[in-house]
């Protein structure tokens, strides 16, 4: 299945375009919302690293780096699988992530962190993580032990939403106004709402906006990358023919993703610093180049008629792509 990060939920799970062979380029910062990782990039860079387990950046900067390529095996780092607004804050803490791997070592999961938990409001221990406890913190005004009585006029924030969500993405506290003795609704507040994938904002509240929210938007219309034949693709780059596990490129070309999401797919000349991309170590260009060393090429079959299979790095490998002039060894 062809690895596009707008069309594959599973790859971003892990780290989609982690490896070089994926042709994507990180481009300029892309706006999170909230309390996503605000460090997020385009193409490979994905999301943030709200919640844990969810697409998450591969920017040096984002919290959690499972996934994503890193120095040499034994490495360890600090890393944070909740709200990046939460890091460190009340009972949340860091874990440790391992690099390990030899040919290509990539970021282990993130183990021991401390992520938010639900407010028990009866003490001043902080485990939603939000820096505040007991009834000062917004999530236990409508709990019986903080549902006092008041003075007339009195205010107070509130907030009703899923623990996690306060004041991340376009969620916010609201304001409860004391009359006759007794707490109000909470007014202004806003909680979670269904993604709108067309939109740069995360109306979710998870820390993912838009199409950055694979849970929700990745077969999203707004959300598929596209190839423009009218004057965006790069100087000697064509589109694609075909699409998905069938799409390909004419030899000697490679596919590169570019532009964050939805951005756009095209097949582009490889050179020197695409040595590495199975497509590419196939090619006069590549011979010799150490990047290619570990990989396993042969002529490309008559039946491909000049065109290469664009998804040859094929995560996850399942070995379908007739036209790869070159793999890993394992089909």
Not at 137 to 152: F, H, S, V
Not at 235 to 252: N, S
């Amino acid at each position: 299945m062809l690895r596009r990060c707008s069309m594959l939920a599973f790859a971003f799970l892990v780290g989609c375009g982690s490896s070089s062979r994926a042709g994507f380029e990180p481009d300029d910062a892309s706006a999170g919302g909230g309390g996503g990782d605000g460090a997020a990039l385009d193409g490979t860079v994905l999301g943030g690293d709200a919640g844990g387990g969810g697409p998450h950046s591969c920017d040096p900067l984002s919290d959690d780096l499972e996934g994503c390529p890193c120095p040499s095996g034994g490495t360890t780092r600090a890393c944070y699988t909740g709200p990046s607004n939460t890091r460190n804050v009340g009972l949340c803490k860091d874990g440790s992530q391992t690099c390990a791997g030899q040919e290509t070592p990539t970021w282990g999961p993130c183990t021991g962190s401390v992520t938010p938990a639900p407010e028990v409001c009866d003490g001043n221990v902080d485990r939603n993580c939000n820096g505040k406890t007991g009834c000062n913190d917004p999530t236990c005004t409508n709990t019986p032990l903080c549902d006092t009585g008041c003075t007339d006029g009195q205010t107070r924030a509130c907030y009703t939403g899923p623990s996690g969500t306060e004041n991340v993405g376009t969620c916010k506290d609201g304001t409860q106004t004391c009359s006759s003795g007794t707490w109000g609704p909470c007014t202004g507040q806003v909680v979670p709402q269904p993604e709108n994938c067309c939109d740069p904002l995360d109306h979710n509240c998870n820390g993912l906006p838009g199409c950055y929210d694979l849970f929700s938007c990745v077969t999203a219309a707004c959300c598929q990358s596209s190839c423009d034949a009218g004057g965006g693709l790069d100087p000697g780059c064509v589109c694609m023919t075909g699409t998905g596990d069938t799409a390909t490129c004419p030899q000697g070309d490679h596919y590169v993703h570019k532009g964050g999401l939805p951005g756009t797919d095209e097949c582009c000349p490889c050179t020197t610093k695409d040595c590495g991309d199975y497509n590419c170590c196939g090619e006069s260009i590549c011979a010799g180049n150490s990047a290619c060393s570990s990989e396993s090429c042969r002529p490309l079959p008559p039946s491909c008629n000049g065109q290469v299979s664009a998804d040859c790095d094929d995560f996850p490998e399942d070995c379908d792509e007739p036209c790869c002039e070159c793999t890993d060894g394992t089909c």
